[in-house]
């Protein structure tokens, strides 16, 4: 009876555990304290709930992996906002003077723009070129740095162009760095996309560029599966944020992918 | 003011200020608090802004605005000659729009139109456009496809200018062009204050069926700088009720079809 009990206080506990993550609360000393117990029960818990695949473990704590669903710019506009100012923080030292880079579309891609567009590039600023309206508006407004923008069909949830008018420009370009977004990334797999067409036009850029980075915030990392994936060229580097899981350092490298955490040393 | 003037007015607050309260909107406009609710819940359904507690906040991810998006409320001049140019588009063709006030007011005119509210029944449009600002703002709506051309996004303006649209407009059709400009006359055509945004202006039309030109009164027999296009290439002007009947005899008389909205 004392058995039986306990495990229903645990599997209540698991429940409400799961609740916490579900609405936000990730950290390990954050769930204890809302759950009333310690931090090590927290990580029992935790370590359960991730041998039965229903959590997965991020630096700090766990969260709950997401279907894949493409959000629209504006809702992704106001999500991880420090997550994504972060990255772009650590990914900016990427971009050399005077080089040729490209910037993708989406709100972390936006937030490099921004840093590019604030930098003094004292007389030797790169050129810019983006398939991403909010990339390009916002690097418009910059007196020192050019920026193209690539045409073509404009995808109505990520702002981002596509389609065949997409290649007849990228066939002319090269770039020494391209930054990605991406709705999934799997350092085995390369970068979730909700389409083909994303899937394409990612390669071709990539195909164009010398190296690749990119840029996704931990719940990218978080996605279960995706609808198409767009495969890399070897040793890419991905840019992510500090909760991102413990492992992740090593399964990338086992696939020949560096990792950049923002806000570690 | 008319409903239709009352949607783009909301529309033109919450541009300039990103965010506006029922209370802001009854004062500023009015209308009742119930009008207003029932104006943003119509917004909302077509993603033209987002529902707050209190009101609205603009949908598009928010950016520094060029100054003349600014300034004040669209002059209603404007507003009539976005209305006639919509609804002179025919649903299911491919519209090319530069970018200006006036083409901008004609992309919101189009986002609102009850006729183009279907692609798969033929009645949705495809819009072809330099202007980044009318590509963000038309890009929600599921019954627009819209394309943006290629080049060089000029320093603090929305414009996309440079010979690499070329590229893209070749290998595409658009049944009619929508031109914003900075003067038109009988004798010079259409210009502009900046070549660059001139040759783009040219190489979207060069590839239209059909060009028209919006340009409220004020632009009628006025000069600038760069020659967009010669009179015996517009087909169409559309402007407002206080162009005068001479201008207009010698639009005309030029070979140019004119609506006075």
Redesign the interface.
């Known amino acids: 009876m004392q058995q039986r009990g306990t495990r229903r206080g645990t599997r209540e506990r698991h429940k409400a555990l799961l609740d916490l993550l579900r609405q936000g609360t990730t950290h390990v000393d954050e769930l204890a304290s809302a759950l009333g117990v310690s931090a090590s029960t927290v990580r029992r818990d935790l370590g359960r709930l991730n041998a039965d695949r229903i959590v997965a473990r991020t630096y700090g704590g766990a969260v709950i992996p997401e279907a894949f669903h493409e959000r629209p710019i504006e809702e992704s506009a106001r999500t991880r906002l420090q997550a994504k100012g972060a990255i772009a923080v650590a990914a900016r030292p990427l971009v050399s003077p005077g080089a040729t880079v490209f910037i993708d579309a989406g709100t972390t891609c936006a937030a490099l723009a921004r840093l590019i567009a604030e930098h003094d590039w004292a007389g030797d600023p790169p050129v810019v070129v983006t398939r991403g309206l909010e990339t390009a508006t916002i690097l418009a407004s910059s007196d020192q740095v050019d920026v193209v923008i690539l045409g073509g069909r404009i995808r109505r949830l990520s702002h981002g162009v596509v389609g065949p008018l997409t290649d007849l420009a990228l066939d002319r370009l090269s770039f020494s760095v391209a930054f990605l977004g991406a709705d999934a990334v799997d350092p085995a797999r390369g970068i979730g996309e909700p389409t083909l067409e994303e899937t394409a036009v990612k390669e071709r850029i990539a195909a164009h560029s010398q190296r690749v980075a990119v840029l996704a915030d931990s719940s990218k990392l978080a996605v279960s599966d995706a609808p198409a994936w767009t495969t890399l060229p070897p040793a890419w580097t991905l840019v992510t944020d500090s909760d991102a899981p413990a492992e992740l350092e090593r399964s990338a490298g086992d696939s020949g992918v560096t990792v950049l955490v923002a806000g570690r040393s | 003011m008319d409903r239709h003037q009352r949607l783009t007015s909301i529309l033109d607050l919450l541009s300039e200020s990103g965010s506006l309260s029922v209370e802001e909107a009854v004062e500023k406009l009015g209308a009742s608090s119930a009008t207003i609710r029932r104006d943003l819940e119509h917004l909302a359904q077509q993603q033209l802004l987002?529902r707050t507690r209190g009101g609205a906040v603009a949908?598009?991810?928010s950016?520094?605005l060029p100054l003349r998006y600014k300034v004040g409320r669209q002059a209603p001049e404007k507003e009539r000659i976005a209305q006639a140019v919509a609804t002179f588009i025919r649903p299911g063709s491919i519209v090319g729009l530069n970018g200006g006030t006036t083409t901008t007011n004609v992309a919101r005119a189009i986002a609102m139109h009850d006729d183009f509210q279907d692609h798969r029944s033929g009645t949705g449009l495809t819009v072809v456009t330099n202007a980044?600002?009318i590509?963000?703002e038309l890009?929600?709506?599921?019954h627009i496809?819209?394309?943006?051309?290629?080049?060089?996004?000029?320093?603090?303006?929305?414009e996309?200018i440079g010979p690499?649209?070329e590229?893209?407009l070749e290998?595409?059709s658009v049944d009619l062009v929508v031109l914003g400009v900075d003067a038109v006359s009988p004798d010079r055509g259409a210009m502009a204050f900046d070549e660059g945004e001139a040759a783009t202006n040219a190489l979207l039309a060069r590839h239209a069926e059909q060009v028209m030109v919006a340009a409220d009164s004020s632009k009628l027999n006025q000069r600038a700088f760069a020659h967009i296009l010669p009179a015996q290439a517009i087909d169409v002007l559309v402007t407002d009720a206080a162009a005068d009947a001479e201008t207009v005899q010698r639009f005309q008389d030029a070979g140019i079809d004119v609506i006075r909205a």
């Open positions: 987002t949908a598009t991810v950016y520094d980044l600002n590509a963000s890009a929600v709506r599921p496809k819209v394309v943006v051309v290629g080049g060089v996004v000029r320093t603090h303006s929305y996309i690499l649209a590229r893209l290998a595409i």
